[in-house]
């Protein structure tokens, strides 16, 4: 045995070799722990990505100079430019956070809740795998920054991928166009739920997607928020391709941010549930106005025996016979649902907390107050 | 030209300055890490794949070829979101073939590197893919067509960087 393991040196020491890493990987593939990063890989970022860093700063250093203070041709035509894209942009605002606010309210309505991002925190990229296989970049932030695994990446355009790794100084970013790569969207049209991932030629890919459903090129594509680590609505591309396969369409994107050139990006460091803020609650209604300029009424004596305010019973009352500060006119059992004119619908749109009831009754204290405004 | 090389005596060995046999391989991972980040083009090469074949082929040690490779297969190992190993087989087979095919062969000629490079590119990824597909159980697709033009760029450009690295080698 000795022997041939002499005879053949070199084939020894490469068996030796391949047998010893294909241990390493069948070690790595159980394990399957995300937070373990073996020391080589340590090693090896920490070696690499200062390098790169160093390049990219010094480059913006240089670009910076000479766009901010000696190439400033044109400067004086993108002002006036950008100051009348300005004014476009305020009419378009003033337009928007109406239909915002619209939305607010019909989401408040309704209970929904929605993922708002709380903070986000830019880094450059500075670096990439330098594999075709393997679709991930570097940043120039890392866990001492605040960054952590499976953080949203995104830029003003669209998504761009999660946070796969968090080192000290560095992090490592999983494309959407990886082969591995997961991500839930919906098509914005029609509603249709699949997920994002990458093609063996890097294509950002749109799959499980029953093939009956009528997806069109141009069609918008958006984080479903189901995750939970991308807030829902994010663009993340449009349709460019279809074609029909057995069960599902096979669906070519175009990826909103162009992944082949980022520079910079945004990674969501916080996100949080929260319930849209009402409009409803926060806005006096016209009830509330009204009941506020004229005189005051007297307030219901106290009768012995009546329910306490903050007790079921009085809450019971509440939704009964609503007081007359609450301004809310109860409508007659027969014209509850008929559609009411503009001038009596804020009266009967309900708060968050006041639900019309088709069986309530006038409260007597609203009488002075309905009979004053006629 | 004479692609083949039968007499012993003929095989010429190079050695590296130990300056250049590091800094030769961290730079090519460098390069592959960082530029295509600003270029993405130049994602199509593997330039740690070529300076591996080229150690290997002027070296002519099936052993040091075989240690070169697999060190440069786990450094860029560690670069990518996959286990370690995958490139580093790879790259320690094409590391081993590489040196045990530079004494067989004349490959001082542009024509047999482009050749030679064509070839180990090749079994780079049938390998890598294998391993990724065996070992590691994900489901990488295999583009022919991608895959065939990828050799021929790498080969046309080993025929370039090999020509290059011919400079720092010494005779042994």
């Known amino acids: 045995m000795e022997n041939?393991?002499?005879?053949?040196?070199?084939?020894?020491?490469?068996?030796?070799?391949?047998?010893?890493?294909?241990?390493?990987?069948?070690?790595?593939?159980?394990?399957?722990?995300?937070?373990?990063?073996?020391?080589?890989?340590?090693?090896?970022?920490?070696?690499?990505?200062?390098?790169?860093?160093?390049?990219?700063?010094?480059?913006?250093?240089?670009?910076?100079?000479?766009?901010?203070?000696l190439y400033l041709r044109g400067v004086r035509q993108e002002n006036r430019d950008l100051k009348a894209q300005i004014e476009q942009l305020r009419l378009e605002q003033v337009r928007l956070s109406q239909d915002a606010s619209q939305a607010r309210r019909l989401q408040a309505l309704l209970g929904f809740k929605e993922q708002s991002i709380l903070a986000t925190l830019p880094a450059q990229v500075v670096g990439s795998s330098g594999s075709e296989q393997s679709r991930s970049l570097y940043l120039d932030k890392g866990e001492r920054d605040g960054l952590r695994k499976d953080m949203a990446v995104i830029t003003a355009d669209g998504v761009v991928g999660k946070i796969l790794q968090a080192y000290p100084h560095t992090a490592q970013v999983l494309l959407i166009n990886d082969q591995t790569s997961g991500l839930g969207a919906i098509v914005e049209r029609l509603r249709a739920q699949g997920i994002v991932r990458g093609s063996p030629a890097g294509e950002t890919m749109l799959e499980k997607i029953m093939a009956d459903e009528e997806v069109q090129p141009?069609?918008?594509?958006?984080?479903?928020?189901?995750?939970?680590?991308?807030?829902?609505?994010?663009?993340?591309?449009?349709?460019?391709?279809?074609?029909?396969?057995?069960?599902?369409?096979?669906?070519?994107?175009?990826?909103?941010?162009?992944?082949?050139?980022?520079?910079?990006?945004?990674?969501?460091?916080?996100?949080?549930?929260?319930?849209?803020?009402?409009?409803?609650?926060?806005?006096?209604?016209?009830?509330?106005?009204?009941?506020?300029?004229?005189?005051?009424?007297?307030?219901?004596?106290?009768?012995?025996?009546?329910?306490?305010?903050?007790?079921?019973?009085?809450?019971?009352?509440?939704?009964?016979?609503?007081?007359?500060?609450?301004?809310?006119?109860?409508?007659?059992?027969?014209?509850?649902?008929?559609?009411?004119?503009?001038?009596?619908?804020?009266?009967?749109?309900?708060?968050?907390?006041?639900?019309?009831?088709?069986?309530?009754?006038?409260?007597?204290?609203?009488?002075?107050?309905?009979?004053?405004?006629? | 030209m004479r692609l083949s090389q039968t007499s012993p005596e003929q095989v010429e060995v190079y050695r590296f300055p130990w300056l250049a046999a590091a800094l030769i391989p961290a730079l090519a991972i460098f390069f592959q890490a960082f530029f295509p980040v600003q270029f993405p083009f130049l994602r199509i090469f593997d330039v740690p794949l070529l300076v591996t074949i080229f150690l290997g082929v002027t070296r002519r040690n099936p052993v040091t070829g075989l240690v070169t490779g697999c060190i440069i297969g786990l450094i860029q190992d560690s670069l990518t979101h996959h286990p370690l190993g995958v490139y580093g087989i790879a790259k320690t087979v094409v590391g081993f073939g590489a040196s045990s095919l530079g004494v067989k062969l004349d490959v001082e000629h542009a024509v047999s590197r482009f050749l030679v490079t064509y070839g180990f590119y090749l079994l780079h990824q049938f390998l890598y893919f294998s391993v990724q597909r065996g070992l590691v159980g994900e489901a990488l697709g295999w583009a022919w067509g991608h895959e065939l033009f990828a050799a021929l760029v790498n080969a046309g450009a080993a025929v370039a960087l090999f020509a290059l690295l011919d400079r720092f080698k010494q005779r042994n």
Do not use: C
């Open chain 1, 218 to 374: 141009g069609d918008r594509i958006i984080t479903t928020g189901g995750d939970g680590i991308f807030p829902k609505g994010l663009l993340v591309g449009t349709v460019i391709k279809v074609s029909a396969s057995d069960l599902f369409l096979r669906i070519r994107l175009h990826p909103a941010a162009d992944l082949t050139r980022l520079e910079e990006v945004l990674v969501i460091t916080k996100m949080q549930d929260v319930a849209p803020a009402s409009d409803i609650a926060a806005s006096p209604r016209a009830a509330d106005i009204l009941a506020q300029r004229l005189p005051g009424v007297p307030d219901k004596p106290t009768i012995a025996g009546a329910p306490q305010a903050g007790t079921s019973e009085a809450a019971a009352a509440d939704a009964v016979a609503p007081k007359s500060a609450a301004g809310a006119k109860p409508n007659p059992p027969d014209t509850a649902a008929k559609p009411q004119g503009p001038e009596t619908a804020p009266h009967r749109s309900p708060g968050p907390q006041a639900k019309p009831t088709h069986d309530s009754k006038p409260a007597p204290a609203l009488k002075p107050i309905t009979e004053r405004m006629q």
């Open chain 1, 4 to 69: 041939l393991i002499t005879r053949h040196r070199e084939l020894s020491v490469l068996a030796a070799v391949l047998i010893s890493q294909v241990f390493g990987l069948a070690v790595q593939v159980r394990s399957k722990d995300p937070q373990h990063a073996p020391l080589i890989r340590v090693w090896a970022v920490a070696t690499v990505t200062p390098f790169e860093q160093a390049i990219v700063h010094a480059e913006g250093a240089v670009y910076g100079v000479w766009h901010n203070y």
